[in-house]
């Protein structure tokens, strides 16, 4: 199981850009690295996914290194309503073993 | 799609009285799972179903907590009896295959045990 590690909580301004870091040093060939960001009161959400190098949609970014043993989810111009928690996930496509660390609260601020 | 349904939304109990809380996944997903999420312990997984079959039960707390998935539309988690410990967020969330695919979250059921 690879295990990951992000920071507790992260404070930001609207309009900066954020970008969140994940380390899971002992990712193995299979795995993949999936962020989902959490509001209050609801359930996560799937933000992206990607295996290496860099991933975009229209919500975020995820660069990997060439070693893939770090993560970093880009969140562009944020706002007042992309405070949430941020959970990274490292395992493969059939890894049954999966879970959900603290994650990281991103506190957006005007 | 209407996406993953849970119910009921909230649940207020008694000490000692059964809860159950009902789950209906994504139609064509195969795999189900069971969080509890609380300000102490965060999300943590209670139980994984892969084609209605129970894969990993290792998160369910005691003999306490019991799941089932009689159908690939339909599961429960049931808590006899319930304590005010078991107060919590119980999310289900379903996938097409796996942990590893994109998991998609219910609204959550709130339960609070008095």
């Known amino acids: 199981l690879a295990k990951t590690t992000q920071p507790i909580s992260m404070d930001s301004y609207e309009g900066q850009e954020v970008n969140i870091t994940c380390s899971h040093n002992?990712?193995?060939?299979?795995?993949?690295i999936t962020w989902y960001q959490q509001f209050p009161s609801q359930g996560p959400r799937f933000i992206i996914q990607?295996?290496?190098t860099k991933v975009t949609n229209e919500v975020a970014s995820l660069f990997i290194p060439a070693d893939r043993k770090s993560s970093t989810l880009s969140l562009p111009r944020v706002s007042l309503s992309d405070t949430a928690v941020y959970y990274c996930?490292?395992?493969?496509?059939?890894?049954?073993?999966?879970?959900f660390g603290a994650g990281t609260r991103l506190t957006v601020k005007p | 799609d209407a996406g993953v349904i849970q119910s009921p939304r909230h649940e207020v109990t008694e000490m000692g009285q059964e809860v159950t809380l009902r789950c209906k996944p994504i139609s064509g997903h195969n795999s189900l799972f069971w969080y509890r999420q609380t300000m102490m312990r965060g999300l943590e997984l209670l139980i994984y179903?892969?084609?209605?079959?129970?894969?990993?039960d290792s998160g369910m707390p005691e003999d306490r907590f019991s799941a089932k998935m009689p159908n690939a539309s339909f599961s429960t988690l049931k808590i006899q009896p319930s304590e005010p410990r078991d107060s919590a967020v119980y999310f289900c969330?379903?996938?097409?295959?796996?942990?590893?695919?994109?998991?998609?979250f219910g609204p959550g059921t709130r339960l609070t045990v008095l």
């Open positions: 969330a379903s996938s097409y295959s796996g942990a590893g695919d994109t998991q998609y």
């Open positions: 996930l490292v395992g493969d496509r059939g890894n049954n073993d999966m879970r």
């Open positions: 990607g295996y290496k």
């Open positions: 179903f892969n084609n209605n079959v129970p894969i990993d």
């Open positions: 002992n990712i193995a060939t299979n795995d993949y």
